[in-house]
């Protein structure tokens, strides 16, 4: 289903860049109009790096079908004594606004290599777990246990987020209307593969 995917791929993208404990919750308000609901995610190593292995496991639920959606991200960096820091939307990375069931394919379609590869194998994981691919989504059950994504080597999209602690919320909407179907919160640290004879040493968190 494009919306685990897309959401995995996020999880990705944050995890390149910490020592808080990976932390999510569902930050739905209505619960009587949510459509899509994730029940459990655990992801690791933390800090969360890349390239590296991202190891993942996670269920949710579409309670109601979805013919077409949007996801909203929100990023925030932890800063000074409790501080949160707005991420603009830059190149795609930070608190951005996608067509929901057009960006997996935008992904496959990238010119960048990592985008590609990050978008196959979440595809290919949620493949394997019998989901849905595409819009309209139906009422179905997703349960992705123990699966590695090897992320790749992100180049200049390492360098728009840093090394830290983040907090992302994923809103799916509905197109014009903007009604909520779904809310995730997602509490993760971050770090940059460390390489080199002095590697840790003296590293600064930005």
């Known amino acids: 289903m494009y919306s685990y995917s897309i959401l995995i791929y996020f999880t990705v993208i944050v995890s390149a860049y910490g020592t808080i404990p ?5 930050c739905s308000t209505d619960k009587s109009a949510q459509a899509i609901i994730v029940t459990s995610v655990t992801a690791g190593p933390v800090p969360l790096l890349a390239p590296g ?3 993942l496991t996670f269920a949710a639920k579409v309670l109601k079908p979805v013919p077409i959606f949007m996801l909203e991200f929100d990023m925030k960096r932890h800063g000074f004594l409790g501080t949160r820091i707005h991420i603009p939307c830059v190149g795609g990375i930070g608190s951005c606004v996608f067509d929901g069931c057009s960006f997996v394919d935008s992904l496959l379609n990238s010119t960048r290599s990592s985008a590609q590869s990050i978008a196959q194998q979440a ?14 989504i139906p009422v179905e059950s997703i349960d992705v246990k123990s699966y590695t994504i090897n992320v790749p080597d992100l180049g200049p999209i390492a360098h728009v987020i840093g090394d830290g602690d983040y907090t992302v919320t994923v809103k799916t909407k509905v197109p014009g209307t903007g009604a909520l179907l779904g809310c995730l919160s997602l509490d993760i640290s971050l770090g940059k593969q460390c390489t080199g004879l002095f590697c840790g040493i003296g590293r600064k968190r930005k």
């Open 123 to 136: 595809l290919q994981m949620i493949e394997s777990a019998n989901a849905t691919l595409s819009c309209p």
């Open 53 to 55: 292995p991202l190891h």
């Open 22 to 26: 990976f932390k999510w919750s569902d």
